[in-house]
């Protein structure tokens, strides 16, 4: 029982990853949502900004927007973004122009924190920052957080949560494993988990993967591939889960295009027949390449199904490349994947334990 008068101490979480895009914004937000729900007071901050935004004036976090936007948060609850790592930043720190002391700056960053929870993201990396003091286990030390770290299970991420937790020690208050793939599900359920509980790294979820997670906007793939809209520019809120190429006949074309789901479909922008049978399957975007201008009985079929159609001054391979390394590193900006991520943190993360290690049990409302 808290005695009366004394007032509550503000906690610090810091979300970290051991490598990029392993979906820290997405764990963040949807456990801030599930915090929320339990009558938790949560603020959010993303002290090294790092994903710049291309549209408006001046350098704004698009993580940092999105999460103001999706949680929609008070001044008090957000605090700004202390440092913005841009390469000119990087540079005036190794010139000796900036001898700013950010480990300081930090203790200001946060001062007269508002909720019972402070959320903040943390590097790319648990070396990202280190040129300013500002890497994960320095952040965690500078304002006494615990560290919830996402890995995604690839490429001797064990032994990266090892080396996390021998850096971090008894601040780290857990991982979550997240867009395991349905195969490697029940090994990392058997094998993987039991194994790192039994070195002191709680396991706190396992999130499947998930198609609409990985998917991308028919926007985002136009600001990637520099594409002109051709038609039904008010439909690129539509989301891609599938690639698909075609280069060959329209009959083997049609059953591919007839397996696939919420598809872009990528072809030379004189095929016609591939064209036409697309836009009769479940297609979200036809990208046309070689800046060939399509027929017209092709806009004209895709207006009345209301599917975009882009046009990219590019070879297919290219084009096919770029969009592939889109595919599950792109940024958690669309309300529908806020959806997903919540139903998944519900279902596959353990709130409690969590609430439980951070002595947050006795402000639930």
């Known amino acids: 029982m808290r005695s009366e008068g004394v007032p509550k101490l503000t906690k610090y979480l810091l979300i970290g990853s051991t490598k990029a895009y392993s979906g820290k914004s997405a764990i963040a937000l949807g456990m801030a949502l599930g915090l929320r729900a339990k009558g938790l007071g949560v603020a959010y901050g993303k002290p090294l900004g790092t994903c710049f935004s291309s549209e408006g004036a001046g350098i704004e976090d698009e993580d940092v927007r999105f999460a103001v936007e999706t949680l929609k948060l008070s001044e008090s609850q957000m605090p700004s973004t202390l440092l913005y790592l841009d390469e000119e930043t990087v540079h005036k720190r190794l010139r000796g122009e900036d001898e700013t002391d950010y480990r300081q700056s930090l203790s200001q960053y946060l001062q007269d924190p508002s909720g019972d929870l402070v959320l903040l993201e943390g590097p790319a990396n648990l070396e990202e920052g280190s040129l300013f003091d500002l890497s994960l286990a320095q952040v965690a030390e500078a304002v006494d957080a615990s560290v919830l770290l996402v890995a995604r299970p690839m490429d001797l ?13 008894s601040r780290l208050a857990g991982v979550v494993l997240n867009d395991v793939p349905s195969d490697k599900l029940e090994a990392v359920t058997a094998t993987v ?6 070195q002191g790294i709680p396991v706190l979820g396992m999130l499947p993967r ?10 985002e793939l136009v600001h990637q591939l ?4 051709l038609c039904r520019r008010d439909r690129l809120d539509l989301m891609v889960e599938t690639l698909t190429i075609g280069a060959m006949n329209v009959s ?16 030379g922008g004189d095929r016609t027949d591939i064209q036409l049978a697309a836009l009769e399957s479940s297609t979200q975007c036809l990208i046309l390449t070689g800046h060939l201008p399509p027929s017209p009985l092709v806009i004209g079929r895709a207006e009345e199904m209301e599917i975009p159609v882009l046009s990219v001054d590019l070879d297919t391979l290219t084009t096919v490349e770029i969009i592939d390394s889109t595919f599950g590193s792109v940024r958690l900006h669309e309300p529908i994947k806020v959806e997903c991520v919540t139903q998944l943190m519900a279902e596959h993360f353990d709130l409690e334990r969590l609430m439980a290690s951070l002595s947050l049990g006795d402000r639930v409302h």
Do not use: C, H, Q, W
């Open 157 to 169: 991420y064990i032994d990266d949560l090892l080396s996390a937790k021998g850096r971090l020690g």
């Open 252 to 267: 083997s074309a049609l059953k591919y295009f007839r397996k696939a789901r919420n598809m872009a479909v990528v072809t």
């Open 193 to 198: 988990r039991p194994f790192l509980e039994a």
């Open 210 to 219: 998930s198609a609409l997670l990985r998917s991308v906007s028919v926007k």
């Open 226 to 229: 520099k594409a002109d809209v």
